[in-house]
T-cell receptor, first 113, second 113 residues
Framework: DAGVIQSPRHEVTEMGQEVTLRCKPI?????LFWYRQTMMRGLELLIY????????DSGMPEDRFSAKMPNASFSTLKIQPSEPRDSAVYFC???????????FGAGTRLSVL | AQSVTQPDIHITVSEGASLELRCNYS??????LFWYVQSPGQGLQLLLK??????LVQGIKGFEAEFKRSQSSFNLRKPSVHWSDAAEYFC???????????FGKGTSLLVTP
């Protein structure tokens, strides 16, 4: 199994640009989670999906952030427009059955200049 | 609301010495508890988990953790630390309102020769 795959691994962009982060969960997993990691706030949940449906997006910081899961094997997290304070490492995780182990991708390190 | 506290931001131990990383949680029911490890530039890997049953759980890489309800703690231990154990360690609790995880701020482990 290839594990959770995130792309790109690194993204550098300028303030105001649109950023799209991608995630491919482990095949057969029915839950997908997006987390953000910063020095100040640690690891925070942004949103999670069950069977491609968003269940809890209360962690999405503001309307500039949006996430989609068009099918069971792909999800995107979009920031438009990006701001320097969005600089962080964004992790995607998936699990089979929500209260089971979450498997994390390697993360996308985003730098907004 | 559930919360997780890792009191130690940094810990330094000598190779071969024993290790204990502290984790305290706030939760209204029997929690789902996890320890994850993050190596530099990598995603999070599950070390061990507690759902129910035996309060002493064994994990990978020689780690173990003990759930103590009376102390609201889930401390991670290893009898003899190896240089390769140097990493960031995160304690997490499963949310009762859904299936995401609340993470502690992490403990950075440095192993000296």
């Amino acid at each position: 199994d290839a594990g959770v795959i995130q792309s790109p691994r690194h993204e550098v962009t300028e303030m105001g640009q649109e950023v799209t982060l991608r995630c491919k969960p482990i095949s057969g997993h029915d839950y997908l989670f997006w987390y953000r990691q910063t020095m100040m706030r640690g690891l925070e949940l942004l949103i999670y999906f069950n069977n491609n449906v968003p269940i809890d997006d209360s962690g999405m910081p503001e309307d500039r952030f949006s996430a989609k899961m068009p099918n069971a094997s792909f999800s995107t997290l979009k920031i438009q427009p990006s701001e320097p304070r969005d600089s962080a490492v964004y992790f995607c995780a998936s699990s089979f059955g929500g209260k089971n182990i979450q498997y994390f991708g390697a993360g996308t390190r985003l730098s907004v200049l | 609301a559930q919360s997780v506290t890792q009191p130690d931001i940094h810990i330094t131990v000598s190779e071969g010495a024993s290790l204990e990383l502290r984790c305290n949680y706030s939760y209204g029911a029997t929690p789902y508890l996890f320890w994850y490890v993050q190596s530099p530039g990598q995603g999070l890997q599950l070390l061990l988990k507690y759902f129910s049953g035996d309060t002493l759980v064994q994990g990978i890489k020689g780690f173990e953790a003990e759930f103590k309800r009376s102390q609201s703690s889930f401390n991670l231990r290893k009898p003899s630390v190896h240089w390769s154990d140097a990493a960031e360690y995160f304690c997490a609790v499963g949310r009762n309102s859904g299936y995401a995880l609340n993470f502690g701020k992490g403990t950075s482990l440095l192993v000296t020769p």
